[in-house]
Nanobody, 125 residues
Framework: QVQLVESGGGLVQAGGSLRLSCAAS????????VGWFRQAPGKEREFVAA????????AYADSVKGRFTISRDNAKNTVYLQMDSLKPEDTAVYYC??????????????????WGQGTQVTVSS
C-alpha cells in the first residue's frame, strides 16, 4: 500500500501563490504516475494536472494551464503543485492521486488507485 499526504493549502488573496506537496510513504513510490484533482463545494472532483514517473511528461486542465506547474522529486517521494496567479474560482479541496502505470485517461479520477485526504485552498477576492 502507498499512503499519500497532501500539505501546503491555506488562504491566499487573488493573484497570490501557493505550493502544494504530496508526500508518499509505505510501499515504494517507484514508477507511480501522479495526478492532482480538486473539488469545490457542490461540484464534481475535477482533474487539475498530472505527471509521469520521470517528470518528463506533464498535463494540465485548460483552466490552470500557464498558471500551475506540476513537478516531482522522486528522491523525496514527493510531487508538487505550484499554483500562481490564483483566482477565487481555484478555491477547492485539492487531492493528489497515484497509479502504478501510465494511463491515457489520466484525467479521469477513476483511473487512480491511491488518494490523499486533501488540503483546502481558499482564494479570496
Amino acid at each position: 500500500q502507498v499512503q499519500l499526504v497532501e500539505s501546503g493549502g491555506g488562504l491566499v488573496q487573488a493573484g497570490g501563490s501557493l505550493r502544494l506537496s504530496c508526500a508518499a510513504s509505505g510501499r515504494t513510490f517507484s514508477g507511480f504516475f501522479v495526478g492532482w484533482f480538486r473539488q469545490a463545494p457542490g461540484k464534481e472532483r475535477e482533474f487539475v494536472a498530472a505527471i509521469s514517473w520521470s517528470g518528463l511528461s506533464t498535463a494540465y486542465a485548460d483552466s490552470v494551464k500557464g498558471r500551475f506547474t506540476i513537478s516531482r522529486d522522486n528522491a523525496k517521494n514527493t510531487v508538487y503543485l505550484q499554483m500562481d496567479s490564483l483566482k477565487p474560482e481555484d478555491t477547492a479541496v485539492y487531492y493528489c492521486a497515484g497509479r502504478r502505470y501510465y494511463s491515457d485517461k489520466y484525467y479521469l479520477k477513476g483511473q487512480y488507485d491511491y488518494w490523499g485526504q486533501g488540503t483546502q485552498v481558499t482564494v479570496s477576492s
